[in-house]
């Protein structure tokens, strides 16, 4: 079996920076198949499916074709509420409150990948993603810092997410510097 681990860092200026989405740039489905041949793609793809200037929401159902039929997603719907499971249905109908309640169809949002590691053996593979979300395109400066812990999982013919964990910093908790580097 292989075990292969994988950094991806882009920096810029000192800030770890991915180049924001547009909707001219969201995947499409070929784009989709073709970035599921590796984790590190299919997550890259991900991250470009929820990121978008002023305007539309992400295609939602390009976003339910990443996952396996009942991944789950685990995360706060808010840093003063505890983590909690929910589908990919549950996640997307939290994701649109958000976008209606924040008005970020006005503003548009981004989720930078500031650092991934992805460590894969056989047919699993896990990632730790650090990322950096924000609403409009030039906020002053960095809002906050989250870390996805990604599971995926090899049909024999691409990567699919099984599983995304999520939790942000706060005082008292900051990613651990060997998930950074």
């Known amino acids: 079996m292989k075990r292969i681990t994988h950094w991806v860092l ?107 590691k992805v460590t894969e053996f056989g047919g699993l593979a896990h990632a730790f993603v650090v990322f950096e979300p924000r609403i409009g395109p030039d906020p002053p400066e960095r809002q906050v810092r989250g870390l996805d812990s990604i599971e995926l999982s090899w049909d024999g013919e691409r990567w699919w997410v099984a599983a995304i964990t999520t939790d942000f910093e706060r005082p008292g908790q900051t990613i651990p510097d060997e998930i950074i580097r």
């Open 10 to 116: 882009v920096a810029c200026g000192g800030l770890a920076l991915a180049s924001p989405a547009s909707a001219q740039d969201w995947p499409d489905a070929e784009a989709v198949r073709e970035a599921a041949q590796t984790p590190a793609g299919l997550i890259e793809a991900l991250y470009d499916m929820v990121s978008f200037d002023a305007g539309p929401e992400p295609d939602w159902e390009m976003f339910r074709d990443v996952f396996l039929e009942d991944a789950l997603i685990v995360f706060s719907p808010s840093r003063t509420q505890p983590m909690r499971p929910m589908s990919v249905a549950g996640f997307i109908e939290d994701w649109e409150s958000f976008f209606r309640d924040a008005n970020i169809g006005e503003t548009g949002f981004y989720e930078n990948i500031a650092a991934m």
